[in-house]
Every structure is written in C-alpha cells, then in structure tokens.
C-alpha cells in the first residue's frame, strides 16, 4: 500500500522569518530560529491511488474547501514531480489544537503532509531534504521538521538547495516554558503570506529590519549555547517588535495587535518590574507567546490567566520534530 502517517508540532519564532526573495520557492530574506512545541501538531495520512484522478483532502474530519484542496494539491504535485509517480491521494489532516482558538499552522500541516507524503511515494527522504520540501508549502514548515530549537538558514543559491533548517539544540538540552495566550477570537486583518510581501514591497522600515537581524539571531544563538535566558529573552522580545514595526510603515499600513494584545505585552513588563523573567513574542496575528523558565512557569500562568482579555493560556515546552505513526 502507498500509504503512511506522520505528525509534526508547531513551532514559535524567536528570530523572525519576515519577508521573501522568492515567492515561488519560499526563499526568505533573512534566516530565523524557532522553538518546536509540544503541545500543538497535525497529524496527517496521505494515501495514493491509481483509483484516484484528483487529490481529496479531509481537513478535521470534513471535506476541505475547493481552495485549500487547491493549495495542497499543488503541494501534493511538487511531490508527484519529485517522485516521478503521477498519483493522486486522499489526505486525511488532523490539527490537535485548541477548538477555534487560531493556532492552525502552516508550519505543522505542511510538515506533517511532507513527510507522509514522501513516505508514501517511497522516496526515503532525509531530514535535510524534507525541510526543502516543506519550506516549499509554508516557510515556517522547514523548522518543524526538527524538535528542540531550530534554525532555518536563508542560503544564497537561487535555486533555494541551500535554504533549509537545522537543529542547534534539542528538547531536552534546555527547557524552557512557552505560554500560548489566547485573546478573544477577532478575524485576521492581514495574512502573513500578504503582510509580509507588502512590508517587503512597501515599507521603508523593512531596511532596518534587514540591517539588524542577522545580528539578532547570532545574539540568540550565543544565548542558546549559554542557556542565558536574559539574553535570549531581550533579543526575542526586541526582534519580535521590530518585525511588528515594519507593518506600520507599510502602504497601506497594518498592524496585528488589539488593545489585549497590549494588556498581555503590559502584564509580562509588570512582572519583569517584580524580579520575574519573562518575555513576549507575537506573530501575524494578534495572539501572544510568553517565554519564562519552568520555575516560573505557574505565577506567569496564573497573572497572564487574570487579564479580562485573556480566554486561556495554554503551557508548552519544547517539543519533538516528526514522528511517524502505524498505519
Ligand atoms: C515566523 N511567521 O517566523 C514568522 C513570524 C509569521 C510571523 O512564518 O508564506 O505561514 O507560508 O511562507 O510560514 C508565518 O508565515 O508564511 C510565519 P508562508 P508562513 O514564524
């Protein structure tokens, strides 16, 4: 049988992938780094058939819309190219995330579909070249091959063979707590593929984002080697609203936070003015990550949990790169 079942976790930027050089190949203009989490992942099964003249994609148990069984069957065809296998598939994509509470990502679900996909065809791939492969569904996804902490290196080749990730530590090498807060559900204003092409575009603040962040991630990594989590979380939170402010210099300009968003980014200063380290983290949308040492971890949770705009906070650590599953 031409099938199999792989997972992979989300993952959260600490050094942000803003902006790319290449829309077709997912070739971003700066590297980044990440930390994969536990808690949060797809699991997907993807089944070939000769039976089958289209690919059919169930997304939570239901038949997917025509336009996100168009995306992924243009993934699904880079793979039917790579294997030089012309079959289509039903792909069966499951998110283990809290209901509604817009954590889907991109990064596990194409992770996910690349290494079951792969599998499935037979391709045997290695980490390094599924990470190609995935960066070529959703940017992010190349770093959720890989648990622990993970760096996806832009590369310099046009042809996007020397941009993919790695991992610099694992899961266990340090353990760090990442509070995800949930805020009152509102609609995503602009999605990151859009937003961040028009930053790159419009911007006259993208500069300075370019200018910085290369030394920002070489900060953060001396951090990780150290296990200085001050240093770390000064260089996250500060890279975090860097990558924000480009937004507002956009035409036409844009921005992702709320006032909850704000409430949350205030709380964690209050307890930073207290003697407790932790640090925020923000991405295309209004939601907010809180990064703390385990020790700290249920005073963060409790404070965070007590801001009237916060519906939930969920704990995690860092987690696992992908798994395979039984059939
Ligand atoms: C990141 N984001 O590094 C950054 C920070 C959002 C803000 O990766 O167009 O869904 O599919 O490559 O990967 C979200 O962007 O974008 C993202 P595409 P993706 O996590």
């Known amino acids: 049988m031409m099938e199999a079942t792989a997972r992979a976790y989300t993952n959260i930027a600490l050094i942000k992938y803003w902006?790319?050089?290449d829309e077709q190949l997912f070739l971003p203009m700066n590297s980044s780094l990440s930390i994969t989490l536990d808690q949060f992942y797809t699991?997907?099964?993807?089944?070939f058939c000769t039976c089958l003249s289209a690919d059919i994609f169930i997304l939570?148990?239901?038949l997917a819309s025509e336009q996100e069984t168009v995306k992924i069957s243009r993934f699904m065809s880079l793979l039917r190219d790579l294997s030089g296998k012309k079959l289509y598939a039903v792909i069966d994509s499951t998110n283990k995330v809290p209901t509604a509470a817009?954590?889907?990502?991109?990064?596990?679900?194409?992770a996910a579909l690349a290494a079951a996909g792969t599998k499935a065809l037979g391709m045997d791939s290695d980490d390094q070249t599924l990470s190609k492969i995935a960066r070529q569904g959703s940017g992010s996804?190349?770093?959720?091959?890989?648990?622990g902490y993970v760096e996806w290196q832009k590369g310099d080749k046009e042809d996007g063979t020397d941009s993919y990730a790695h991992q610099i530590l694992e899961a266990q090498d340090w353990n760090l707590s990442i509070l995800s807060v949930l805020l009152v559900p509102e609609p995503k204003e602009v999605l990151s593929r859009e937003g961040m092409k028009r930053t790159v575009e419009t911007s006259p603040f993208y500069a300075g984002w370019l200018d910085t962040v290369e030394v920002d991630l070489n900060t953060a990594k001396s951090a990780l080697q150290q296990r200085d989590f001050e240093m770390l979380g000064n260089v996250l939170e500060g890279n975090a609203l860097k990558m924000h402010a480009t937004t507002l210099g956009a035409n036409p300009p844009f921005m992702y936070w709320t006032s909850a968003t704000l409430d949350v980014m205030q709380q964690v200063k209050e307890l930073r003015a207290t003697g407790i380290q932790a640090y925020f983290t923000i991405d295309a949308g209004p939601n907010?990550?809180?990064l703390c040492q385990p020790k700290d971890e249920q005073i963060v949770q409790e404070k965070l949990?007590?801001?009237p705009a916060v519906q939930d906070v969920y704990l995690c650590h860092p987690g696992p790169?992908?798994?395979?599953?039984?059939?």
């Open 19 to 21: 902006g790319k050089r």
């Open 43 to 47: 699991t997907t099964s993807v089944q």
């Open 60 to 62: 939570n148990g239901q």
């Open 102 to 110: 817009g954590f889907a990502s991109s990064a596990s679900g194409y």
């Open 141 to 147: 996804a190349c770093r959720s091959i890989y648990g």
């Open 288 to 290: 907010v990550k809180v």
């Open 305 to 307: 949990k007590d801001i």
């Open 321 to 327: 790169g992908i798994t395979y599953l039984p059939q």
